[in-house]
Structures are given as C-alpha cells and as structure tokens.
Nanobody
Framework: QVTLVESGGDLVQPGGSLRLSCAAS????????MSWYRQAPGKERELVAGITSSGSTRYADSVKGRFTISRDNAENTVYLRMNSLKPEDTAVYYCNKAGVYWGQGTQVIVSS
C-alpha cells in the first residue's frame, strides 16, 4: 500500500519562506516521478513542480525562480522549498507519486 504524508504547511507573511515535505512509503521511491500540486479555494488543482527519478525538474511558470523541488531517495522524501511567497500561493499543497497516488495535503496560507 502506497502512502504519502505531507507536512510543513503554515501561515506565513508575504515574502516569507516554507519548506514542505512529503514522506512516501509502499514502493521503490527512487524509481518514481514525484510532483507537488496545489489547489486554491474555488480553483482547479494545478501542477506546481515535478521531479523525475533521475532528478530532472519542471516548474509552473508562476513559481519559477521562487520554488525548488528536491528529493532524498535514502529518506523516501520529496521536498518543496518555497521562497518569496505571495498571497496567491495560498492553497492546499498535495504530493503526488507516479501520477497515481495522492497525499492528504498540507495548508499554506500567505497573509499579513
């Protein structure tokens, strides 16, 4: 059984930073592509960033230069470092594994 557990969401002021973590279990983590999505109230879920098993990354245009996705295969964990946060980054952030499995989400609120 595959499980994904996100953590690190919080209330932060504009311009601040957060690091989200997603701990994965249930399959060979190093072989899977991992992604972060987010869903703001009243909006569809959107891709934020992805990282392949070989470490190639991609980002939504809205977060390029501010967010960094990384992975630690020894710890079966994927991270999302978020800098220069904006109010429009407010959303529930979800971890996705191999395009199939989802975590429960972690809330990020950017507000003064």
């Amino acid at each position: 059984q595959v499980t994904l557990v996100e953590s690190g969401g919080d209330l932060v002021q504009p311009g601040g930073s957060l690091r989200l973590s997603c701990a994965a279990s249930g399959s060979i983590f190093s072989l899977n592509d991992m992604s972060w999505y987010r869903q703001a109230p009243g909006k569809e879920r959107e891709l934020v960033a992805g990282i392949t098993s070989s470490g190639s990354t991609r980002y939504a245009d809205s977060v390029k230069g501010r967010f960094t996705i990384s992975r630690d295969n020894a710890e079966n964990t994927v991270y999302l470092r978020m800098n220069s946060l904006k109010p429009e980054d407010t959303a529930v952030y979800y971890c996705n594994k191999a395009g199939v499995y989802w975590g429960q989400g972690t809330q990020v609120i950017v507000s003064s």
